[in-house]
């Protein structure tokens, strides 16, 4: 995917049910902040919206919340990290998905206290999944880079 992909669609599900624990939430607040992203509103309001067919538990639900909000709440920050370590590519040429997966995996490192390592190997699963065929070795060096500038542990 580019950034210039439909903007009113989700990134296609490869399977129509979310598991339900935290890689389903993950899944969950990708699809939310890609719509989000990609047409008029907020992604609280389409998590609300996918969740409630996703049926998921409310745990589940709560962590994707919290992936939602922490990615609103610090994007620029986020952002930020993103452009001095893709220092060779700029925002508007990342994928709009990996952006968000980089976001993502991002909030859960910097804010949530997900260890570095977990939250990267669930940002290549997304890449894997949701991204093009290598877009998974991009996420992985630019997460590998904003860690190591850090000195967060792998």
């Known amino acids: 995917m580019t950034g210039t992909e439909n903007p009113g669609t989700l990134p296609e599900l490869p399977d129509p049910v979310l598991p339900d624990n935290r890689h389903g939430a993950r899944q969950l607040a990708l699809q939310a902040l890609y719509w989000a992203a990609s047409s008029p ?3 609280q309001r389409a998590l609300r919206e996918l969740g409630a067919e996703a049926g998921l538990s409310a745990p589940t639900l709560e962590f994707a919340a919290q992936l939602v909000d922490t990615v609103g709440q610090h994007g620029g920050e986020l952002d930020q990290f993103i452009d001095a370590a893709a220092s060779h590519w700029r925002q508007d040429r990342i994928a709009r998905i990996d952006g968000i997966i980089l976001r993502l995996a991002l909030a859960e490192i910097i804010h949530c206290g997900i260890p570095a390592r977990v939250a990267m190997d669930e940002a ?8 093009s065929a290598k877009a998974y070795v991009f996420v992985n060096g630019v997460l590998d880079a904003i860690t190591r500038q850090r000195g967060l542990p792998l």
């Open 124 to 131: 290549i699963e997304l890449a894997k999944t949701y991204s």
């Open 41 to 43: 509103g907020d992604g």
